[in-house]
């Protein structure tokens, strides 16, 4: 991992996102609606935890696709620290960029610390083995995530929080600049939760790491991000500050329900789904 | 130890057995020649013409190349397609690949290629489209919206290997039903000494699909995320797996071509490796090759002997071992690849 990077601030965002437009091919996949994002444009400024909220297929699966090249826009630009992301070369984008995706591969026979040394690829696409400086990186990643000690652990075998964390060491093991997490703690239990939030934080905090966040969990979006984007059919419905971001007003309209909106301990918002009696 | 150092143990280690399995294939034999005459034959002591000569340097030694060839071409296929399709019973006989490449072989035979090193290509050529051909198949028949479903993965394996079976038969029939025992014993593989540039072109074409799956070898570990994921860490999924796909399908094709298809070398060798050196294709690919070529020189020192001075076709042994074990990784196959 190295020592910690400063992003300078105040020079271009990290990401921009410059009225990007994407649509999917008619009956490609039957499982996907249509779906479209007409021109999306947000930034991501350095250092920053950026949450990405919204209803389902509103877009935030897309969005991420994009960001990482599975998907190319139609229309726009992807750019990383003002370069377009379709001229770098995949691995050159995947130093700078590591997805810890929603769940673990299934089957997947690799143990952890086999996993972990998986995201030094891009650092040596042409390596057959990794070298030393590669394992020194995994160290410091399976460090950071508490996954050390499960370092000879076939994947499968681990709980889904341990799980998690070494899916989360695996992209550390990127040394990337944007850590892109999919719904970090869909499969995790409060205690996790928890725990997830608070490395996340940290990571931040310590290594100046930009944290991009997809989440259905508005609470814990609200909870770690610095700005939340609101997406609504692949449009910005508002982006900003949590607090200004989940107003009731806003949220009712987008999800189409009726929600509360009230502050926690530590001066965030939290929402809540006032349930209908019927 | 390093990863290096590691894999250069392990090879060491497989090459002795190896190198003791292929000195035994040289000196057992019906045709009963003493050590003593097989060690004269083979320092070059020997009269060219004596039948010591004759067995050990043009019948034995040809052979002895032929099965270690198939045998590793064979198991390097297997974990190809494995790490293809994420699933440890993948295999070339399996997957109807075989098959497919056995009815390409037929189709040449038939338009008049017969022997040389031309027509020995052109064999090999038409052995490498029907294998192409019948994986291409399978993978479009197994490839549903959401992945490759390991139960319609190996039934879309068995009728692609059924179909081209009865191809097969159709064709011998409407050509020359004399002919079709000598194909019978063809097809279950047989391992004869074939002429020098013909062992030569076999080797080469088989050193460059190991080749190109071994180079690969890193990335199909990274496969196994899922293709997403894979291509999120800078592999160009598509382009890998068609490289390793076409690589796998012409060490199938090669095999048959030459000998025939010889069935679940590519399911027993891999498997008893993953035990051995583990997961990782990088220790699996090249320990597969001199493994795979051990396996082979074994059964077919045995399918020479055991029923001397007749002998059985080396596919009848691999069949033999091969399909209890098939049974025996599905059912435990809750261990994944």
């Known amino acids: 991992m190295g020592p910690a990077r400063a992003e300078p601030a105040g020079l271009t965002p990290l990401i921009e996102f410059d009225h990007v437009a ?30 990405v909220i919204g209803p389902n297929s509103a877009g935030k699966t897309s969005l991420l696709r994009l960001l990482t090249r599975v998907l190319s826009p139609q229309r726009g630009e992807i750019r990383l620290d003002g370069r377009p992301i379709g001229a770098l070369r995949s691995w050159e984008l995947a130093r700078e960029v590591a997805v810890v995706p929603q769940e673990a591969p299934r089957p997947f026979p690799f143990t952890v610390e086999q996993l972990v040394l998986m995201g030094r690829y891009p650092h040596g696409p042409r390596r057959f083995f990794e070298d030393a400086g590669d394992a020194a990186a995994a160290r410091d990643a399976m460090l950071a995530t508490a996954t050390l000690s499960l370092a000879a652990m076939p994947l499968e075998r681990l709980s889904g929080g341990e799980r998690q964390r070494a899916l989360l060491a695996r992209a550390l093991a990127q040394e990337p600049r944007l850590l892109v997490l999919d719904e970090p703690t869909a499969h995790l239990d409060l205690r996790y939760q928890a725990e997830t939030a608070a490395l996340l934080r940290r990571l931040n905090r310590e290594r100046g790491m930009t944290v991009l966040l997809v989440s259905h969990d508005l609470n814990l ?4 991000a610095d700005r939340l984007l609101l997406l609504r059919a692949g449009e910005v419905a508002r982006v900003g500050a949590p607090g200004d971001v989940l107003e009731q007003g806003v949220l009712e309209d987008v999800f189409g329900c009726r929600v509360t909106v009230d502050k926690s301990a530590s001066g965030r918002p939290v929402v809540q789904l006032a349930y209908e009696r019927g | 130890m390093t990863d290096a150092r590691r894999l250069a143990t392990a090879l060491s280690a497989l090459g002795v057995v190896l190198l003791a399995i292929g000195l035994t294939a040289l000196f057992v034999g019906s045709a009963g020649l003493s050590p003593g005459a097989v060690a004269r034959a083979l320092t070059g002591r020997a009269e060219t013409s004596s039948v010591e000569a004759i067995v050990t340097l043009s019948l034995r030694l040809p052979r002895v190349a032929v099965a270690a060839l198939a045998g590793a071409a064979l198991a390097v296929a297997g974990v190809g397609f494995q790490a293809l399709t994420r699933n440890p019973l993948a295999e070339p006989s399996v997957l109807g690949v075989s098959s497919g490449a056995a009815f390409g072989v037929v189709l040449a035979q038939i338009l008049g290629f017969e022997t040389g090193l031309v ?26 919206p959401g992945g490759l479903a390991i139960q319609t993965l190996l039934l879309a394996g068995v009728i692609v290997g059924i179909f081209f079976s009865a191809a097969i038969t159709v064709i011998i029939s409407l050509v020359d039903f004399n002919r079709l025992s000598g194909v019978i014993h063809w097809l279950l593989g047989n391992l004869a000494p074939i002429p020098p540039s013909s062992l030569a072109l076999f080797a080469a074409l088989t050193g460059a699909g190991v080749w190109l799956i071994l180079r690969h070898a890193r990335e199909l570990n990274l496969l196994a995320l899922g293709e997403e994921a894979a291509s999120q860490l800078g592999i160009d999924a598509e382009r890998l797996k068609r490289r390793v796909f076409v690589a796998a399908a012409l060490l199938t094709g090669t095999v048959v071509a030459f000998t025939g298809p010889i069935g679940f070398v590519g399911l027993i060798v891999p498997h008893v ?20 070529a051990t396996f082979l020189l074994a059964a077919d020192t045995l399918a020479r002997n055991v029923v001397a001075p007749a002998e059985l076709s080396v596919g009848v042994i691999t069949a033999f071992c091969g399909a209890p074990f098939f049974v025996w990784v599905l059912r435990a196959r809750s261990r994944p690849v």
């Open chain 2, 119 to 144: 027509a020995a290509l052109g064999v090999a050529v038409f052995a490498f489209a029907g294998a192409l051909l019948s994986a291409a198949i399978v993978y479009l028949v197994a490839t549903a």
């Open chain 1, 22 to 51: 994407f649509a999917y091919a008619r009956a490609a996949d039957p499982r996907t609606r249509a779906f479209a994002f007409p021109g999306l444009s947000f930034a991501i400024e350095r250092g920053e935890i950026f949450g």
């Open chain 2, 273 to 292: 490796l993953r035990g051995l050196v583990g997961q990782d294709n990088r220790f699996l690919v090249p320990t597969c090759a001199v493994a795979g």
């Open chain 1, 221 to 224: 979006a609200a909870e770690l």
